[in-house]
């Protein structure tokens, strides 16, 4: 065979070579036509020849090889997998193929908010909580346990201040919101006592009266007047006679007390 021949023989294998790359299979064959001319200048022309009957006879690039060589290939065909479903064109998540250059969409973290209606109350009040989440899954109000991911619950008899936290979780990970509720300390109303000794008397005989007043800054006895908020005085009343007492605060809340004397 002919110098100029093999050359001939050499050129058809570099375009067929390089037309192969990437074949209807969708595999990539790489370094097939750097293998083709290292082995057509060593003079194998009939190799070449191999080749480009091949590939006329619809054989892929590594098919036409191991017809030259007999075995396997030197860079053995790589099979790229498609991008997920899911994704957006050009995008990958994490468990998709992730070529070079490609951004991966991580999943948010989950957020919450919580919120207290009112944010005060008076001793003993009920109080709405009030929550919804973003990203998330799931949903846990601290101390209570699962609840929706949105909604809002009562709770009532309220004695203390207090705290009320949300716990979410989701594909991206997790999160907490919290919110204060404030409880009013308990109103404690001025009150007395009074007592009268004896309490069954005889016309013209006399009784005792004895009194105290607790959480108050004045104290009124009945047809008498002001008194002090601890004390005690004699009576002598001439009929039955109920004697009572009345109390204030420096807020104006009152209390009162009261004590009989039967006269017989």
């Known amino acids: 065979m002919s110098r100029s021949t093999i050359v001939l023989f050499l050129l058809l294998a570099v375009v067929v070579g390089f037309s192969a790359s990437l074949d209807e299979t969708g595999k990539i064959a790489i370094g097939d036509s750097i293998t083709r001319i290292a082995y057509s200048v060593g003079g194998h022309a009939s190799a070449a020849r191999a080749s480009v009957e091949g590939r006329s006879q619809g054989a892929s690039a590594d098919e036409a090889y191991q017809r030259i060589l007999g075995g396997a290939p030197s860079h053995p065909a790589v099979q790229l997998p498609p991008p997920s479903e899911e994704s957006e064109p050009g995008i990958y998540t994490s468990a998709s193929y992730n070529p070079p250059g490609a951004t991966i969409k991580a999943a948010a973290q989950p957020e919450c908010s919580i919120s207290v209606s009112p944010q005060s109350v008076s001793y003993g009040g009920g109080v709405n909580v009030l929550w919804k989440t973003q990203g998330a899954t799931g949903a846990e109000l601290l101390g209570i346990g699962d609840v929706p991911l949105s909604g809002s619950e009562t709770f009532s008899s309220q004695t203390a201040s207090r705290t009320f936290g949300l716990s979410v979780t989701g594909p991206g990970g997790s999160g907490s919101c919290y919110t204060t509720l404030t409880v009013e300390p308990q109103k404690i109303l001025p009150g007395c006592v009074i007592s009268a000794h004896p309490a069954v008397i005889h016309s013209g005989e006399s009784a005792s009266l004895a009194w105290s007043a607790q959480n108050a800054s004045r104290a ?15 009576v002598s009343p001439q009929a039955s006679t109920r004697y009572f007492i009345t109390v204030y605060d420096d807020e104006g809340e009152s209390g009162s007390c009261a004590a009989d004397i039967t006269v017989r």
């Open 220 to 234: 009124v006895l009945a047809h008498v007047g002001p008194i002090s908020l601890s004390g005690g005085t004699t």
